[in-house]
């Protein structure tokens, strides 16, 4: 045995005979029993974190493929847009200026607007009276 | 400790190391679970180290009750930590880190009520009042020498040569250099041969 061994050995032979160092053990019975009484909520607020963290993760492994779709949805919606807005320009060009009434029967009449719009605008009981009157009027 | 260890035993720490990587990926993988708030997998490591634990922090305080408080405080501190506590990496060493940087603020902030105020242990056995007599003294004889060291290599010594940390693990603790920590284990050591093994060596 050399000199640091035997150190070693009387400083634990004198260790095993202190009272205080050693744990015995109703007394780690009663500290474990503190310890995770008092750790219980920690661990609640982390399986809380945790469950809103899935959450958010699952959210952004569907986000991507939601993203894509969305913008094909976008763009497709994009392309149809002028073809209606030709003939919504001229109707709001028409109702601007002048006998606004007038010139939006003109231009509907003109097959710009379709009847099943006009029938949603004035219904179709009353379309053809509105018409006729209209176009009275503007004679 | 591994300096005094030559060529035969060069397989049995092997051994040793790959049964420590076996822990340290198990304790990973508890660690883990804590984190994600799992009660049983917090309560196998609070099992695992709370002996050991209250020793080093018996060690620094000197004193049942408030070893047992920087017990709990440390392992509710590590709890509240758990997110930093790297992956991959065990729990050993990173919550004795937290245990004595919390125990030696501790002692810092008390008057501490006396730093040897160990009474002799209760006769253990039944051997003759002349041999109690002769371990009694030994045993004092060695708390002296002990309690001359200066306060940081006396928790060197007996965090190295009582139980059983490594220069690395308690150069962590201590957060001091490894060759720092040896320097000071090589002097505590020599200071405790000069007063006891000279003695001891007359008394066999």
Known sequence: MNGDEEIGSMLRAMDDAEPGVRLDDPRAAVLHARIMERAARRLAELRQQHTWWDYAASWSRAAVPVGVAASILAGALWYRLPVQSDTERAATTAAVGGDAAQRAVHVALAGGVSTEMLDSLVGPVTRDALVAQLLGGAR | ?204
């Open chain 2, 1 to 204: 400790m591994s300096e005094t260890s030559t060529g035969p035993n060069d397989q049995r720490e092997a051994e040793l190391d790959v049964a420590q990587a076996a822990v340290a990926s198990e304790e990973a993988a508890l660690v883990a679970r804590v984190q994600r708030g799992d009660t049983a997998a917090f309560d196998v490591l609070v099992r695992r180290y709370l002996d050991r634990a209250y020793r080093v922090a018996y060690r620094l305080l000197q004193h049942r009750e408030d070893a047992e408080d920087l017990v709990q405080d440390s392992f509710l501190r590590a709890l509240d930590k758990i997110a930093l506590c790297a992956p991959g990496r065990p729990f050993g060493p990173w919550f004795f880190r937290i245990l004595v940087t919390q125990g030696m603020n501790a002692r810092r902030r008390r008057t501490l009520r006396d730093m040897a105020p160990l009474t002799d242990a209760e006769p253990s056995n039944t051997d003759s009042p002349a041999m109690d007599a002769e371990r009694s003294d030994d045993r004092h004889r060695i708390r002296s020498a002990l309690a001359g060291l200066p306060k940081q290599q006396r928790l060197i010594v007996q965090l190295a040569d009582i139980e059983g940390f490594s220069s690395l693990e308690i150069a962590a603790m201590l957060e001091l250099a490894a060759g720092t920590v040896r320097w000071h284990l090589h002097h505590a050591r020599a200071a405790l041969r000069d007063v006891l093994v000279p003695s001891t060596g007359e008394a066999s």
